[in-house]
């Protein structure tokens, strides 16, 4: 017999083993293809031009539309005359809060991160327990908490030192940073090879000059991009402010809706450029994630 003709085994003759047999995975998967950073990838994956599409018909589409008295024409004109209020006065005033919050946020989550990795257990288990305590609660909560147990004025001797609603809301907003970067420093220490301890102490090092001189300056590199996705996840936190009367860009923008005349027609234009405004400003924020990603990954 031919030995091309002859049938294979399981598909065209009988099977000479019951044993199963393992398929070929359809797809791949790389290995060295990072798995974290989602809401980045899921901004940043997205094509511009689409989004710009996209934002385009949401700003243009009620222009069909027409109200018997107020038509959206008029509404955008309205937007016109406020844009440079609610980008100065306000977008601007999100963007401080923001950077004011990361800055408290990261500080003191760095702390609490090499609280996590010390030899000593009363302050690793504190240090994961207030972690996972701020990681795990809501954000408005905690900025409900912090805005009425702060008080609203200090007296220093004869002088009353009023503390505005949005050093509360600074506050408020690093609580939760502070913990997710703890996670992140925690995770990037412990992701350095042991090697590198053993080596240090080959040398004579000691821990803390270990840690300062040799773990953290890698760690730095593997940091930055889940960093600046925080940054970015904040900065479109930051609205949750107006709830609690920080006079923000949303604040702002229902306040200036409320001078014309509440009508129905200007919510639209005002709220979707408001939108534009963060898509602006974290889109980018979100490329170059995705950038230090790549160029950060560790090569295995």
Same mark, same amino acid.
């Given at each position: 017999?031919?030995?091309?003709?002859?049938?294979?085994?399981?598909?065209?003759?009988?099977? *000479?083993?019951?044993?199963?047999?393992?398929?070929?995975?359809?797809?791949?998967?790389?290995?060295?293809?990072?798995?974290?950073? *989602?809401?980045?990838? +899921?901004?940043?994956?997205?094509?511009?031009? +689409?989004?710009?599409?996209?934002?385009?018909?949401?700003?243009?589409?009620?222009?069909?539309?027409?109200? &018997?008295?107020?038509?959206? %024409?008029?509404?955008?004109? &309205?937007?016109? *005359? +406020?844009?440079?209020?609610?980008?100065?006065?306000?977008?601007?005033?999100?963007?401080?809060?923001?950077?004011?919050?990361?800055?408290?946020?990261?500080?003191?989550?760095?702390?609490?991160?090499?609280?996590?990795?010390?030899?000593? %257990?009363?302050?690793?288990?504190?240090? +994961?327990?207030?972690?996972?305590?701020?990681?795990?609660? =809501?954000?408005?909560?905690?900025?409900?908490?912090?805005?009425?147990?702060?008080?609203?004025?200090?007296?220093?001797?004869?002088?009353?030192?009023?503390?505005?609603?949005?050093? $509360?809301?600074?506050?408020?907003?690093?609580?939760?940073?502070?913990?997710?970067?703890?996670?992140?420093?925690?995770?990037?220490?412990?992701?350095?090879?042991?090697?590198?301890?053993? &080596?240090?102490?080959?040398?004579?090092?000691?821990?803390?000059? %270990?840690?300062?001189?040799?773990?953290?300056?890698?760690?730095? $590199?593997?940091?930055?991009? =889940?960093?600046?996705?925080?940054?970015?996840?904040?900065?479109?936190?930051? =609205?949750?402010?107006?709830?609690?009367?920080?006079?923000?860009?949303?604040?702002?923008?229902?306040?200036?809706?409320?001078?014309?005349?509440?009508? /129905?027609?200007?919510?639209? /234009?005002?709220?979707?450029?408001?939108?534009?405004?963060?898509?602006?400003?974290?889109? /980018?924020?979100?490329?170059?994630?995705?950038?230090?990603?790549? $160029?950060?990954?560790? $090569?295995?």
């Amino acid at each position: 017999m031919n030995r091309l003709s002859r049938p294979i085994p399981g598909i065209g003759g009988p099977s *000479r083993t019951d044993l199963p047999v393992m398929l070929p995975l359809a797809v791949e998967r790389d290995p060295h293809r990072p798995v974290t950073l *989602r809401f980045s990838r +899921w901004i940043a994956g997205a094509s511009p031009t +689409w989004m710009a599409l996209l934002l385009g018909i949401v700003l243009l589409a009620p222009l069909a539309g027409q109200a &018997a008295t107020y038509t959206y %024409t008029a509404a955008f004109d &309205a937007l016109l *005359r +406020w844009i440079p209020f609610l980008v100065t006065s306000g977008f601007l005033f999100n963007v401080l809060i923001s950077v004011l919050a990361m800055l408290v946020g990261t500080t003191l989550g760095a702390a609490l991160g090499l609280g996590q990795v010390s030899h000593s %257990t009363v302050i690793r288990r504190a240090s +994961w327990f207030v972690t996972q305590t701020f990681r795990n609660s =809501p954000w408005l909560v905690l900025l409900f908490v912090v805005m009425l147990a702060f008080p609203f004025e200090v007296r220093i001797g004869d002088n009353i030192v009023p503390i505005p609603d949005w050093t $509360k809301a600074v506050f408020g907003l690093s609580l939760p940073i502070m913990a997710n970067i703890s996670e992140i420093v925690r995770g990037a220490v412990q992701s350095i090879p042991g090697t590198q301890w053993e &080596a240090s102490e080959s040398l004579a090092f000691t821990r803390r000059q %270990t840690m300062w001189m040799i773990i953290l300056p890698q760690c730095v $590199k593997r940091m930055i991009p =889940p960093w600046m996705n925080w940054y970015a996840i904040l900065t479109m936190a930051t =609205p949750l402010c107006s709830i609690l009367g920080v006079e923000e860009v949303v604040n702002l923008s229902r306040q200036a809706i409320e001078s014309e005349d509440n009508h /129905p027609e200007l919510l639209v /234009p005002f709220y979707s450029f408001v939108l534009v405004l963060f898509f602006l400003y974290c889109y /980018p924020i979100a490329r170059f994630t995705i950038y230090l990603e790549r $160029k950060f990954a560790v $090569k295995t």
